[in-house]
């Protein structure tokens, strides 16, 4: 048996239609590039994550990773922010740049973090925006919001850790520079400090879900800024020069990591440096010519292999 409604409270009940003439209005998700992190700089919130950091994230990183700094003289010289770039081969890099910050620095960082990874639902949203003073960015296309956010930061005297790469090493090896980090300094005139991360992929690689305690080693270089027109030939220099600029600095902070400061110069000035991206070959042939220090399980010097006959 059905019962009949009276028309009237049919309409009462009905789904609201939208009238055809007019356009909709797009719901703002409060996720991904358009979640809003200016909480995670209120004072509370900042002494939150100075606490987390100091007595959390610090001694456990020190625990995992044993890091050791080079090159700490080259922020000396820096009065006010700067953008901080780094290779990018696991989840603990982030831990870790934050880590070796010095105080006045690290105390006022922000870092750009994936949208859609690390914004794509609230309580990771939350817990990054807290933990790591995360703001989201587009990685997959240039978003013009994302930009002006750093950008606000940056001149409200911000300093940003940003992975150029876009995302983690799928093979140990460097990954092209995107321009963001060029774009933002050329933008709001702050300086680019390079990083090399030496050793992070063996403890936590990418796809893996098991931490092995290692040792790792943190490279500043000089600071960079975008060379004006007087340097480059009658031309400033543009975004994607100064981030091929970035990535080379980054390629011979690794040179000298994996020999020594004067070789690394060396080769640096000859034109020799080793390609960031390794070699143009098969799979099979970029994990073999990968260092040990990038490789998933440290592996014996190739004159100390043994055969299994």
Not at 50 to 60: C, D, E, F, G, I
Not at 238 to 251: G, H, K, L, M, Y
Request: aromatic residues 10%; positive net charge; hydrophobic residues 40%.
């Amino acid at each position: 048996m059905s019962i009949k409604l009276p028309r009237a409270l049919e309409r009462i009940l009905a789904e609201p239609t939208w009238p055809g003439t007019l356009p909709r209005v797009l719901e703002k998700k409060n996720l991904g590039v358009d979640y809003d992190t200016a909480w995670a700089r209120s004072p509370g919130a900042t002494a939150v994550r100075k606490t987390y950091q100091n007595y959390v994230s610090a001694p456990l990183t020190n625990l995992v990773a044993r890091p050791t700094t080079y090159g700490e003289e080259h922020l000396s010289p820096i009065v006010g922010p700067a953008i901080f770039t780094a290779n990018h081969t696991s989840h603990l890099d982030t831990a870790i740049v934050l880590g070796a910050l010095p105080t006045r620095f690290r105390d006022k960082t922000v870092v750009a973090a994936a949208a859609d990874y690390f914004f794509d639902r609230p309580w990771k949203a939350v817990l990054s925006s807290l933990a790591l003073g995360a703001i989201p960015v587009e990685r997959s296309r240039v978003n013009r919001q994302s930009a002006d956010i750093a950008a606000e930061l940056l001149e409200a005297g911000w300093s940003l850790v940003i992975f150029p790469e876009g995302g983690r090493s799928t093979d140990g090896w460097g990954q092209e520079f995107r321009g963001g980090a060029a774009y933002l300094a050329k933008r709001c005139s702050v300086p680019v400090v390079p990083i090399h991360l030496r050793g992070v992929r063996p403890i936590f690689p990418k796809g893996s879900g098991r931490i092995r305690p290692g040792s790792v080693e943190i490279r500043f270089g000089v600071p960079l800024t975008p060379r004006a027109a007087e340097q480059e030939g009658g031309r400033d220099e543009d975004s994607r020069r100064f981030a091929e600029r970035i990535e080379r600095a980054v390629a011979t902070l690794g040179d000298e990591a994996e020999s020594d400061w004067w070789s690394a110069r060396r080769r640096f000035f000859d034109g020799e440096t080793p390609a960031f991206r390794g070699p143009l070959a098969s799979s099979w042939r970029r994990s073999w010519e990968l260092p040990d220090s990038a490789q998933k399980s440290v592996r014996r010097s190739r004159s100390e292999k043994k055969f299994p006959w």
